[in-house]
RNA sequence: GCCGGCGUAGCUCAGAGGUAGAGCGAGGGUCUCAUAAUCCCUAGGUCGGAGGUUCGAGUCCUCCCGCCGGCACCA
């Protein structure tokens, strides 16, 4: 028996599960059982990535050491998996001392083989990113989450990524299956190509909760170094290694693709065989996240409708890889159409009638087309979920036209010899083709496939004709009640608020006002300082784009200077138009050494407020002032 | 600015040179085996815009607009 080895991200624990973890971990899960119904014995590994700062910070917060942290919210996703009854074969912490001494291993290997270096690094980091930010100055942010940077310098170990530029690219070139779909490739192989890699460092003296680093005392391993090896430290010790297949998410997506290759490559050690990236899960086309308060939990969706409906809803609304968006309506229309209308009552229809025709005996086999079989599995084995439940679905349509088509209840009044095999006939041919219908599906549904299976009373081969005549049918019940969708939906929001009050009140929380992260406060200077800084009152006299740039204003400011106004180019494009700037009031750094931005020399920077996500906001006065008034 | 992707019926999307399609929703009708389910009919959408190639263009070419990614850019 073949062995498939695929892999979830390793979830980061500075949240509970959320519908996001539960979608990439539903489509290993989905791919897990199409392995198995191929004869394929799969080995799904999750787990979570525990270290950091983050970490280490957020458990503080709550008054409880790192582990104790960890141990509640690893136990969440476990919990979670659990409920949701998925298939994982094995959750690998990357807490556990078996992790930490094979990334001592990977660690070990690159280094005999000339990987490793120890070098210094300062710099402004994201604690939120786990990462230092190139080209940092005092009093960014962190572009993406708008948190405030550190300033820090380091001891660290460097890996040579480097040395792998050529190789990684050869590895995308040469194998465009390694990392799927290609629009990921052709992002990761144009980075590749325009970006000359920079050496990685691996390693933190800063940071206590990681993995130490052997013979390196105080140094601890860095984010990837570390969560990376997981895929490899979960399956130490069998022969399932290299992975066949690791899923995740597109943001992650670079890291996977590029430093993980290159670790494998320094060690010396297989390299998995695909990467397949899925899109971002939206809520109602926004994203989710936890300042909009849009975060769904699959838990609440499965207490009202089965967790089949989200599987099947997720997998046939949303082609695999792109984006997709997810909403309760949309949810419970699926449900309801596809689900209920549609496979439910096929079955309902089929069995009933079963049962009063030919008292829940089926007939003899006929023959019939049955070609949607090789159509759907060729779509699932691509990764195409959406077209092999379409593919499914359709059949379903064709069955319930079939029906009508031959109305089995006049046949069933209709005592002749022709009208009695013709309605066998159709007999047959609804329940082998649900029989069938229901294989095909099992992957995506498993729990109610095995609930519908229990009631036609058989499994069998992906054939045609397997079950036999006379073969007794099981007991009859609904397996998609209809729903209505107005009850439902407040349901699974009032159950969505509970979970969410209970996950807050495990990991701590008490209700807070949104969290005001201010950044640190800079170190004292004395007035000799601060009087070096002049600030001046200046008036924007023009403003337009910059061309070539999207976030750069190319402005006039007058601050009353004989010299005549002053060119400023500022980051603030995004955030304003250029009409709506002039005449407006600014504050400026009136003493700052020039600089040339995409050509312009700009004499001067412009005051404002650093808000969340990096987007500015103009300081301006309540009273008038003059143009060139000092600022003290 | 560069590199990708996308823009087709109310919604989700398919179609890639030869008389505009599916599913869902909505409206009307029908059967009665079934979960007020099924089945049938109905949508008349300038296929983002403008040019061009062609006997003929959602379908090829050029330009433009809008949205989404990646890169650059934020003193």
Not at 263 to 290: Q, T, V
Request: one cysteine or more; aromatic letters at 10%.
């Amino acid at each position: 028996m073949s062995k498939y080895y695929l892999t979830t991200p390793i979830y980061y624990v500075n949240a509970a599960p959320h519908i996001g973890h539960t979608y990439t971990t539903l489509v290993a899960d989905t791919i897990k059982r199409l392995k198995a119904m191929q004869g394929i014995e799969a080995y799904l590994v999750t787990g979570t990535d525990e270290h950091g700062q983050k970490i280490e910070r957020a458990a503080a917060k709550i008054g409880k050491s790192p582990q104790e942290y960890t141990d509640l919210i690893s136990a969440e996703f476990e919990q979670t998996w659990k409920q949701l009854g998925l298939s994982i074969d094995k959750s690998q912490r990357t807490t556990s001392p078996q992790h930490a001494a094979a990334v001592a291993k990977l660690f070990a290997a690159c280094d005999a083989a000339g990987y490793i270096y120890k070098g210094s690094y300062t710099g402004y980091y994201s604690v939120t990113s786990e990462a230092f930010v190139a080209d940092a100055k005092e009093g960014d942010v962190d572009p993406d989450s708008g948190q405030p940077l550190e300033l820090v310098t380091e001891e660290n170990l460097f890996f040579k990524l480097s040395a792998f530029q050529d190789k990684i690219i050869e590895l995308h070139e040469t194998n465009p299956q390694f990392l799927q779909p290609d629009s990921r490739r052709n992002e990761v192989l144009a980075f590749l190509k325009n970006e000359k890699l920079q050496d990685l460092s691996i390693s933190r003296t800063t940071v206590k909760w990681g993995i130490p680093v052997p013979e390196h005392p105080g140094h601890v391993f860095y984010v990837w170094f570390d969560a990376l090896m997981t895929y490899w430290s979960a399956v130490e010790g069998t022969d399932l290694w290299p992975a066949d297949l690791h899923l995740m998410s597109k943001e992650i997506v670079r890291f996977h693709a590029i430093y993980w290759p290159a670790f494998l490559m320094a060690a010396g050690w297989p390299l998995p065989k695909r990467i397949y990236s899925h899109g971002w899960l939206l809520f109602e086309d926004n994203k989710m996240s936890k300042s909009r308060g849009n975060i769904v939990r699959a838990t609440p969706i499965q207490k009202v409708m089965g967790f089949d409906a989200l599987r099947y809803f997720l997998l046939r609304e949303i082609p695999f890889g792109s984006d997709g968006s997810f909403s309760f309506d949309a949810l419970v229309a699926r449900y309801n159409s596809d689900l209920a209308n549609g496979l439910g009552n096929l079955l309902s229809r089929t069995l009933s009638m079963i049962l009063q025709y030919r008292e829940g005996k089926v007939p003899a086999p006929v023959e019939a087309d049955a070609s949607a079989i090789p159509v759907a599995l060729a779509h699932y084995e691509n990764f195409e979920f959406h077209k092999a439940l379409e593919t499914i679905w359709r059949w379903i349509g064709d069955l319930d036209k079939y029906i009508v088509e031959n109305a089995p209840w006049k046949l069933a009044k209709d005592s002749s010899p022709e009208a009695q095999a013709r309605l066998d006939a159709v007999l047959y041919r609804c329940f082998e083709s649900l029989r069938l219908i229901t294989a095909l599906a099992a992957p995506v549904i498993p729990e109610s496939a095995a609930k519908i299976a229990l009631q036609l009373n058989i499994q069998g081969p992906l054939t045609w004709g397997h079950t036999p005549q006379g073969h007794a049918i099981g007991e009859i019940s609904p397996i998609y009640p209809r729903l209505d969708a107005k009850v439902a939906i407040e349901q699974m929001k009032t159950l969505e608020d509970e979970e969410l009050a209970r996950q807050n009140t495990l990991l701590g929380k008490v209700e807070e006002a949104p969290v005001v992260n201010i950044p640190p406060i800079a170190e004292t200077i004395s007035i000799d300082d601060f009087v070096k800084v002049d600030l001046r009152v200046g008036i924007v006299l023009s403003a337009e784009n910059v061309k070539g740039a999207d976030k750069l204003l190319h402005l006039k400011i007058d601050i009353g200077e004989p010299t005549g106004p002053r060119t400023i180019v500022a980051g603030i494009a995004k955030a304003y138009s250029p009409e709506s700037l002039i005449n407006r009031k600014v504050v400026i750094v009136a003493n700052l050494a020039p600089r040339k931005l995409k050509g312009i020399e700009s004499q001067g920077m412009i005051v404002a407020a650093s808000l969340e996500g990096g987007s500015p906001a103009l300081a301006a006065f309540l009273e008038e002032v003059p143009i060139g008034a000092r600022l003290k």
